[in-house]
């Protein structure tokens, strides 16, 4: 079992930038695939970003493109997620997830294949 822990989220004006990263323990995140979502209140949770394992290959939400950026650091097990040019209807919590697929070549917005997801931190963007 591999525990993700997110962190980063805050309170920024619309427009601002803000880096989530999403800290693995226990179990290497290497070989697998990793995932960003977001749930805004009485929202379903939706994809945001993906990336593959090695970093070659990344796949984000059309709301998305071209204002966030998903990396990884294999060497210290964190994903990112850098954040600009932040729109209130970004606000959501967002989470990380680990896609349940060994070193899968492809990736996924849907929710049912990743299998292990951390906590999630609030990200409020004002006006």
């Known amino acids: 079992q591999v525990q993700l822990v997110e962190s980063g989220g805050g309170l920024v004006q619309a427009g601002g930038s803000l880096r989530l990263s999403c800290a693995a323990s226990g179990r290497t995140i290497n070989s697998y695939a990793m995932g960003w979502f977001r749930q805004a209140p009485g929202k379903e949770r939706e994809f945001v970003a993906a990336?593959?394992?090695?970093?070659?290959?990344?796949y984000y939400t059309d709301s998305v493109k071209g204002r966030f950026t998903i990396s990884r650091d294999n060497a210290k097990n964190t994903v990112y997620l850098q954040m600009n040019s932040l729109k209130p209807e970004d606000t959501a919590v967002y989470y990380c997830?680990?896609?349940?697929?060994?070193?899968?070549?492809?990736?996924?917005?849907?929710?049912?294949?990743?299998?292990?997801w951390g906590q999630g931190t609030q990200v409020t963007v004002s006006s």
């Open positions: 990336i593959v394992w090695s970093s070659v290959y990344t």
């Open positions: 997830a680990k896609d349940k697929l060994f070193r899968a070549a492809d990736l996924s917005s849907v929710e049912s294949r990743y299998g292990y």
